[in-house]
Nanobody
Framework: QVQLVESGGGSVQSGGSLRLSCAASGYTGSISCMGWFRQAPGKEREGVAAIDSDDSRTYADSVKGRFTISQDNAKNTLYLQMNSLKPEDTAMYYC?????????????????WGQGTQVTVSS
């Protein structure tokens, strides 16, 4: 089992920045990919960014150039630096992990999920 705990959400104005963190614990040696997903009210959960064990990164088109995913393997922590935030980035952000192909960035393939952290961007 793998446990994931997100932190760092909050409320910011359009153009602002936030940094999300996800602390992983448990049997993390089984994980090959960690990612960030988000879900806005009334919408399906969508992939935001993912990073694999070789540090290869995948981003959704909507966040390319604004968001950066990174990981600190020594701390078993995943990060998402979000810059130039827009109101449409408002959502609950979830950390996920599993032994999957990161480039797919598809929620259904991930079995381990955190509880989520809310990000609200006002105009």
């Amino acid at each position: 089992q793998v446990q994931l705990v997100e932190s760092g959400g909050g409320s910011v104005q359009s153009g602002g920045s936030l940094r999300l963190s996800c602390a992983a614990s448990g049997y993390t040696g089984s994980i090959s990919c960690m990612g960030w997903f988000r879900q806005a009210p009334g919408k399906e959960r969508e992939g935001v960014a993912a990073i694999d064990s070789d540090d290869s990164r995948t981003y959704a088109d909507s966040v390319k150039g604004r968001f950066t995913i990174s990981q600190d393997n020594a701390k078993n922590t995943l990060y998402l630096q979000m810059n130039s935030l827009k109101p449409e980035d408002t959502a609950m952000y979830y950390c996920a992990a599993d032994r999957v192909i990161c480039q797919w960035l598809i929620p259904v393939y991930f079995n381990y999920w955190g509880q989520g952290t809310q990000v609200t961007v006002s105009s």
